[in-house]
């Protein structure tokens, strides 16, 4: 069961072969959390999405107000009976029409939901060991910030990891520094101070990022700055860790001869669970 234009359907016919999104990933999505019924970090995605679609001149319809769009994702995961805990995808693509050149502007959305395990964040994995992706690089520019449906550096690098028995891959641009995980932002803690790449680099403007670097910034004697990392500065941190909205927080735990530690992980955990009860 998916909602489609706000309409909740059975099937999946909306998916034609003239679809944009399929023929040339035309489109973006966001993948949200619901705990309890609540969308979390809602108005943070709400406006990402908005910011998205007109980085690439979508038509915004005049009813994509937040509350429009908070009340057809909760109309779904009440349809599924599946509010305590869901995961979301809101995907928005580019009507049919045209190659290159579209025909049209008007959008068109879709959303999945899924039941999840737990409500509170939890760490996913005790061991989690990585290593670098280096067969493709993402681009340093705007457009690698932001959610497209197209995720091939994403989806090879998941199967390179895969293949080689990591948990995951950290992935660098075209000047070589790294800026993320293939599923989440990359965080790294260097005696007192916890760095993470800049948006400028290229990495995802994740919302789980926004707020890890608010909570952050709250612990004493912790320095929060936001700065390029070679992957020669990896093996000198004492702690990795990465973070999306799903899981929130995961520690790395070894890359190549690197054991790390994730006390400060940990830490970050505990207040994001507080966090969201009090909301």
């Known amino acids: 069961m998916i909602n489609v234009n706000g309409e909740i359907q059975n099937s999946n016919s909306f998916l034609t072969h003239s679809n944009r999104a399929f023929l040339y990933g035309d489109g973006i999505f966001e993948t949200l959390k619901v705990v309890n019924n609540k ?6 995605h709400y406006f990402r999405l908005m910011a998205s679609m007109r980085l690439v001149r979508m038509k915004i319809p005049s009813n994509f107000t937040i509350e429009y769009l908070e009340n057809q994702i909760l109309n779904l995961v009440n349809e599924l009976k599946i509010q305590e805990k ?16 579209p025909t049209t502007q008007t959008i068109s959305f879709v959303i999945q939901a899924e039941p999840l395990d737990n ?27 932001i959610k497209t449906t197209n995720k091939m550096i994403h989806i090879t690098g998941s199967i390179f990891a895969s293949e080689n028995g990591f948990q995951n891959c950290i992935l660098m641009n075209n000047e070589k520094n790294v800026i993320e995980a293939l599923n989440g932002n990359l965080f790294m803690l260097l005696n007192n101070k916890l760095i993470t790449p800049p948006i400028s680099d290229g990495c995802l403007n994740g919302i789980m990022r926004k707020n890890i670097i ?3 910034k709250k612990i004493e004697n912790l320095e929060v700055v936001e700065e390029s990392i070679s992957p020669f500065d990896l093996q000198k941190a004492d702690e990795l860790f990465i973070t999306n909205v799903i899981f929130g927080i995961q520690p790395i735990t070894k890359y190549r001869k690197k054991e790390y530690k994730f006390d400060l992980a940990q830490n970050l955990l505990d207040k994001l669970n507080a966090l969201i009860l009090l909301n």
Do not use: C, H, P, W
Request: no cysteine; hydrophobic share 40%; net charge neutral.
């Open 86 to 101: 869901a995961r979301i995808r809101f995907t928005v693509f580019r009507n049919d029409g045209g190659y290159y050149l």
């Open 214 to 216: 608010q909570l952050a």
């Open 39 to 44: 969308i979390l970090f809602f108005e943070d």
């Open 119 to 145: 409500k509170n964040y939890s760490f996913l994995n005790s061991s989690f060991e990585v290593d670098l992706y280096k067969d493709f690089f993402i681009s340093k520019q705007i457009l690698s910030t």
